[in-house]
């Protein structure tokens, strides 16, 4: 494990290629970068550069279109669609007061569920058919292959935190078997002049077990420190950045940390990110694992499910959404 700064860069490829003891060095690796920073890099992780950059040009694309266009497809209860500019006020935030929307706008996906899949039939929250945009030839099919190829990274990370917990390897195996994504296609106009108190994104801890951040040659994410510096995330070279959030706190009892971020894009030019949000089935109870309560560490936190925790969540954030909270 080496450092830039205080942000740790785990090298995943003796790991995934089976090598004998990698993959408890990575887990221990692992563990300190979750107990000591709350955020690490990872590098030979497999994924496709061209895939890559395929993402980040459909994320452009996307984002180019008129306004009519993506209000076409409007973020819904389900918290999938076009997210437009100022949507978002990140009232959750437990880093600062914030009472300025996010100067962003996004566009989310997630699992791609047939039409006449059982949740969606049903309107099972959460678990409805994606928004796809008309008129963007190839789009659909690339953004689903970017998220297929996310859920297999991050099962493949599961060992690793499994291990770094002191688990068995398959521990998290059922769990995160079909897990409950989000991939956000972020654009960032660019913020001359930035205000003390406005953010392309504010201040905040993100709400799942791990969230993974593409590779990203325009800088902006920024992360603060233990002791409460705000530390510039430099840009690696096809390194991924990992973080975990508020449902990793529950699954280690605050063994591991959530560390707070923001983005700011002083590059006087637009800025795109691709973050994929990740948790375990959206069945699956959420408690502290085995290993992280005893009798002198008892659960901090009461077992919860991803649906109650996330229609909380977005009732606090999303403001073009607030006409829907009574029929919630």
């Known amino acids: 494990m080496t450092s830039t700064d205080t942000i740790p860069v785990i090298d995943l490829g003796p790991c995934l290629a089976g090598e004998p003891g990698a993959l408890e060095h990575c887990a221990r690796e692992l563990r300190v970068a979750l107990t000591e920073v709350g955020f690490y890099f990872i590098v030979n992780h497999g994924v496709s550069p061209a895939l890559i950059r395929d993402a980040f040009r459909q994320a452009a694309r996307f984002h180019?279109?008129?306004?009519?266009?993506?209000?076409?497809?409007?973020?819904?209860?389900?918290?999938?669609?076009?997210?437009?500019?100022?949507?978002?006020?990140?009232?959750?935030?437990?880093?600062?007061?914030?009472?300025?929307?996010?100067l962003n706008e996004a566009f989310f996906v997630a699992r791609d569920l047939a039409a006449d899949h059982p949740d969606v039939v049903a309107d099972r929250r959460f678990r409805s058919a994606n928004r796809w945009p008309r008129n963007l030839p190839g789009f659909r099919e690339t953004v689903v292959a970017y998220c297929e190829t996310m859920e297999r990274l991050v099962q493949r990370l599961m060992p690793l935190y499994a291990r770094a917990l002191d688990l068995p390897p398959t521990y998290f195996d059922t769990p995160f078997h079909e897990s409950q994504y989000k991939l956000r296609m972020t654009h960032y106009p660019p913020q001359e002049v930035p205000a003390d108190d406005e953010f392309g994104i504010a201040p905040h801890t993100d709400t799942s077990f791990l969230t993974l951040l593409a590779p990203n040659d325009v800088p902006g994410l920024s992360i603060r420190s233990r002791d409460g510096r705000w530390i510039e995330a430099p840009a690696i070279p096809g390194a991924y950045v990992v973080n975990g959030g508020q449902l990793l706190l529950r699954w280690t009892n605050d063994a591991f940390l959530a560390t707070p971020h923001r983005a700011i894009n002083r590059t006087g030019g637009e800025r795109y990110a691709l973050a994929f949000f990740c948790d375990s089935n959206i069945d699956w109870p959420i408690a502290a694992v085995p290993t992280a309560v005893s009798p002198d560490r008892p659960p901090k936190y009461p077992t919860t499910y991803y649906t109650d925790y996330m229609i909380h969540y977005q009732q606090r954030t999303y403001d073009l959404l607030k006409d829907n909270q009574a029929a919630d």
């Not at 009519?68 to 600062?96: A, C, F, W």
């Open 64 to 102: 180019a279109q008129p306004v009519e266009n993506k209000m076409e497809v409007r973020i819904d209860r389900h918290n999938v669609g076009y997210l437009p500019m100022r949507g978002d006020t990140l009232r959750t935030s437990v880093v600062q007061a914030v009472t300025k929307a996010n």
